[in-house]
Nanobody
Framework: QVQLVESGGGLVQAGDSLRLSCAVSGRTFSPARVSWFRQAPGKEREFVATVRRSDGSTYYADSVKGRFTISRDNAKNTVWLFMNNLKPEDTAVYYC?????????????????WGQGTQVTVSS
């Protein structure tokens, strides 16, 4: 059974940093990509960042580029999202997602497996 478990969310002030973790488990599961999405109240789920398992290549949404960093450790089956210089507009529930095959990696519809989400709240 494939399972994704996020951790690391919390309440911080603008300008602070947080590190989110996504632990991926599943005996034979080897996702092509692991990505982070977020969803604020009343808004659609939006793409944040992705990392490709094979070579570690990354891609970011423009809204977080230069502030967030995604990285992975294949041996530990863990993906992190390092978030610096957080802003109130970063407030959302953050989800990690994974799939064996991914086309448009910015689309939530491409991912078969999701974590339960972790709340990030940034106060001004």
């Amino acid at each position: 059974q494939v399972q994704l478990v996020e951790s690391g969310g919390g309440l911080v002030q603008a300008g602070d940093s947080l590190r989110l973790s996504c632990a991926v488990s599943g005996r034979t599961f080897s996702p092509a990509r692991v990505s982070w999405f977020r969803q604020a109240p009343g808004k659609e789920r939006e793409f944040v960042a992705t990392v490709r398992r094979s070579d570690g290549s990354t891609y970011y949404a423009d809204s977080v580029k230069g502030r967030f960093t995604i990285s992975r450790d294949n041996a530990k089956n863990t993906v992190w999202l390092f978030m610096n210089n957080l802003k109130p507009e970063d407030t959302a529930v953050y989800y990690c997602a994974a799939s064996v095959r991914v086309g448009d990696f910015t689309s939530p519809d491409e991912y078969a497996y999701w974590g339960q989400g972790t709340q990030v709240t940034v106060s001004s």
